[in-house]
Nanobody, 121 residues
Framework: QVQLMESGGGLVQPGGSLRLSCVAS????????MGWYRQAPGKQRELVAS???????NYADSVKGRFTISRDKTKNTVYLQMNSLKSEDTAVYYC???????????????WGQGTQVTVSS
């Protein structure tokens, strides 16, 4: 089937940077939109950033100007560059993608297992 594997999370001080990566693998015919969500303790999961197959991007207001999403189609990979991190960015970050596993099938939505990002001094 399809797997999304995130990496790059960790502990960083306020003002620091991290780069998250997410690789899609398995039975993939094509990938439409990819994105990053996050969920902090006691809060709902929220969209952080997304990118279409054509490269159009969308960001949550809280991360605009600090985070950058990008993708490498040749590697089925999406990245999230996070700069000027704040304590309120602490959360589990999840990769999400709409993936076609066969040409004749509609795209399905897949999630990664999540990677922890902790911003603390």
């Amino acid at each position: 089937q399809v797997q999304l594997m995130e990496s790059g999370g960790g502990l960083v001080q306020p003002g620091g940077s991290l780069r998250l990566s997410c690789v899609a693998s398995g039975s993939i015919f094509g990938i439409n939109a990819m994105g990053w969500y996050r969920q902090a303790p006691g809060k709902q999961r929220e969209l952080v950033a997304s990118i279409t197959s054509g490269g159009s991007t969308n960001y949550a207001d809280s991360v605009k100007g600090r985070f950058t999403i990008s993708r490498d189609k040749t590697k089925n990979t999406v990245y999230l560059q996070m700069n000027s991190l704040k304590s309120e960015d602490t959360a589990v970050y999840y990769c999400n993608a709409d993936i076609k596993t066969r040409a004749w099938l509609s795209a399905r939505n897949f999630w990664g297992q999540g990677t922890q990002v902790t911003v603390s001094s």
